[in-house]
DNA sequence: ATCTAAACGAGACGGTACGTCAGGTCTTGGT
DNA sequence: ACCAAGACCTGACGTACCGTCTCGTTTAGAT
């Protein structure tokens, strides 16, 4: 990430960007992610659209960057010593974060749903989004694979997916629920797969 | 299920009903689940849009009687008096569908996403094509229940969703295979997570 | 014109046709000459499309047999031996039919509509309706011929054309009214034009 | 009529607005007034259909716009000294205009069956082209009036309506030829009925 | 009394055009 | 150079009617 180099003109508006982020949250908080078509967009943000695809390529880009500033901040880096602790915390916090804010839930939703329908954005989202929580998540898996804790040919993508897996599931099916005791009950059966 | 009373008029065509579904299939392994817009699919079936919007409420309700009729006839029932045994096969049978028709996994990848953007489309996807599938995995532990071999308290519905789960995790993001390999690893770790 | 050979198989409902004329002047008056489509004709009338399609070549030719049924029976024929007076009295007769049922009005305007946009209809519509109203006209100009009360060199046709001009271009234009105080005006200027 | 103030935004392209003139021409003298659908239109003249419906409500006033342009520039407005003499040029120019562009006549009659079927273009059509027309007409009998040489209670209205009322008579019905001959005679037979 | 044949109601069929919506691009004047 | 505004072309949407085509049913005259 390099910082651009200004050759005369005006600068890029954070206030535009700020807007748009802001715009973002209330439509789909009011609407669904259905609401968030770019007119719109750059209507509830007061902002042309041109501004829209000059620094985006397109909706999906956007909230995946609005999604990023709502709770990439903090992905749970837990280190309690045990494998089922670790486990446990990260997907209780996980979890929490779409109870804070009511717009991530359709958030979340919505991006799987644009990144199926545009292969490119597929690639950005894992890039973006899926991949530095898996990593955070490899990351207590390594610690309790030093630590002895994991079966033989335990296989710790497997074990991931296992994780990822039910927690994307439900956000997309919305079959259960995603709060603590999920967490905790998920937690304990991918521990299970993965120990001695 | 009632037969639909007839009281006079023209009788459904079947002949249209088919050349909807094959055209369907067509445009998907041809250009991807974006290629089946309404309009596409009556042309390329010859067929009047109004006869699409006749019988089905959404293009996502069409594709989802195509993929039934593909898949649903021969949901897998294993019954070998293992858990692990049962689970894996009936993973390795799920996972195999997928590789005989190419347009099977656009159209899954296509149905969620479009399942994201239209609640009553979900609710439709849920009835028609997930709980089916999750009835006959239930089955499956139900027996391994009556087996003694699962758990105590292991929760049955959370074992479904781990399996499910990944296949559909791997579905949508594409990280990783879903062949006869994940299957069994699958397989097995579901069979650890439930087991005594 | 032949009479029909019927050589078996059910008659033409006359109370088809019956009920056919009555909603089409229902629809006619309920939503004007847009409301009267094949569809909801067929469906005011409580018969089939193919019924109407198998008397009538168009929507417009359905219309022309009711207008004909309103008005034609009576086309006025006066022989007062006064050029004048019988204009006066075609004309006031013309008029009024228009007052009678409200329905005439928009059916007139709209069957000169559907004759702009298919010729052939244009041609029953001379035939039917604009024809025989020219004939009985010029009856009272070739009497007035014989009492000599023409000019000389007084082109008939075109005198008829000045009355029923007048008459339609209000008809379709709606700028002047339709009354007895028109005709009598009327009748004025184009026994002028075209007397001694 | 006010200069419409421009806050930003692009312009309204005058090429769109001229290529949908044109294209509009081509397609009546192709195809007649039937063959101008919206789609059609919009097609021929490389232009959306979004760009047709913000400037025009329908299809009727783009043509208003375009016969306006062929014909409303050069009303006739003829001042002889002599009734006759105005009413037979003022008429021989009218029908005139219409042997130039072939597009004309049908452009006529399907302006006119549009009115019938839309109250609202009727009112247009009367604004936009019969009443500046009449007004024309109006001023050679104002000028008439001012000589002497209309009847007492001469109706100037009613003699309007007879030139107007054969002209439009004779497009829509089409028994009877608009050419220099008809001309003359109609003049001579509308100051007749004028004349003291 | 049955048979034949046409008209009947209903309503689905392949189409065309409608008027709207959104996407992504382009063109102004203004900051 | 960037911005808000907004017009541009494209293309899909879902609807309304068109005129045609089956269905099963009804209704008469001919057998």
Redesign the interface.
Known sequence: MTVPIRRGGRPRSEEARHAIHAAALRLVAGG???ALTMDALAAEAGVGKQTLYRWWPSRAAIMLEVIRELATMHIPEPDTGSLRRDLKQFLALTFRVQGQEPAVLPLL??L??????DPSF?TEL?AGL?EPRRAALRAVFVRAKKRGELRPRC?V???I??A???????V?????PLDDGAAA??AD??A??ASV
């Open positions: 669904g992610y259905g939703r919505g799987m749903a644009d990144a199926q329908l597929l894992r899926l296989d993508e497997l074990c997916d296992l990822f897996g039910v927690l994307w599931y439900r997309l099916v919305g079959h259960a009950k998920l059966a991918v299970r797969a």
